[in-house]
């Protein structure tokens, strides 16, 4: 019975009631109902394709986020779910930009290689003292051969140098940019009668073995990779005289 009052409690029209307070109240309560399927579906954001920028912005995300992948492991162990996981990304977006994890790995090597090692010695001073010149430029080869992060790339090249000949050959080529610049300052040099005259690509060379890539493949070997800058300086700056001394320098 009280089922049945609290049934009759209800709001509603009535069962006498007249057909046309019938389609009233059906009325209201459709068009409440329809009212709100509007406002919900105004407040989804609307999605589309990014914009070129947003593009461009996504995949120099998933390139630094696979550098620091790549670097802190090997190319074998990181995977695609991986990359895409730890990016944020779907699979789908991750094959939008990159045909494959090799294409990926390329676009790291090529990257961290401009970024690490092809501006290595910068626009060189031709004027002034070599040995100011050459100390300036020891200072920042070594600096940036002891970089964690320039050591893990050559770890990596290195390691995959066997899959990815041509990568190992673009770490190669800024190798010699580095060397074609330190060139031109020793050209620049004899010109002025600073050194006698020699081959100036290679003194360059030898300059690069004999003042950081020994020194510092020694450091990388032994583990102790952090110098301080007035370490790095003064070792550097013994061996450019000493070097200097040998070409027969005129200062």
């Keep these: ?3 049945i009052e609290r049934l009759k409690s209800r709001p509603g029209p009535q069962a006498g ?7 009233e109240y059906l009325g209201e309560k459709t068009s409440m109902n329809v009212t709100k399927t509007k406002a919900s579906r105004s407040a989804r954001p609307r999605s589309g ?7 461009g912005q996504i995949t120099g995300h998933i390139v630094e986020v696979a550098t620091k992948l790549f670097l802190e492991s090997s190319f074998e162990s990181i995977s695609v779910d991986l990359i895409a996981a730890t990016a944020r990304i ?6 939008a930009r990159f045909a494959s994890k090799e294409e990926l790995y390329a676009a790291v090597i090529r990257r961290s ?10 626009e060189p001073d031709h004027a002034g ?6 100390v300036r430029i020891g200072v920042e080869l070594s600096r940036r051969a002891i970089a964690p992060a320039a050591v893990a790339l050559n770890r990596l090249v290195t390691s995959e140098s066997h899959q990815f000949p041509q990568l190992a050959l673009t770490v190669h ?4 940019h580095t060397r074609g610049l330190i060139a031109d300052i020793f050209s620049n040099a004899m010109r002025e009668k600073q050194i006698r005259s020699a081959d100036a690509h290679f003194l360059a060379e030898q300059f690069l073995y004999a003042v950081i890539d020994g020194h510092t ?7 102790k990779t952090a110098r301080s800058e007035k370490d790095l300086r003064e070792r550097v700056t013994a061996a450019v005289r000493l070097f200097l001394d040998g070409c027969g320098a005129t200062s």
């Design 1 to 3: 019975m009280q089922g």
């Design 17 to 23: 009631s007249a057909p046309e307070t019938r389609k």
């Design 49 to 55: 394709r990014p914009t070129k920028e947003q593009a």
């Design 90 to 95: 779907s699979k789908q977006t991750f094959y």
């Design 113 to 122: 290689v401009d970024n690490l090692l092809m501006p290595a010695a910068g």
């Design 129 to 134: 003292p070599i040995e100011a010149t050459l």
């Design 173 to 176: 080529e800024s190798a010699i």
């Design 217 to 223: 493949r020694s450091l990388i070997l032994s583990g």
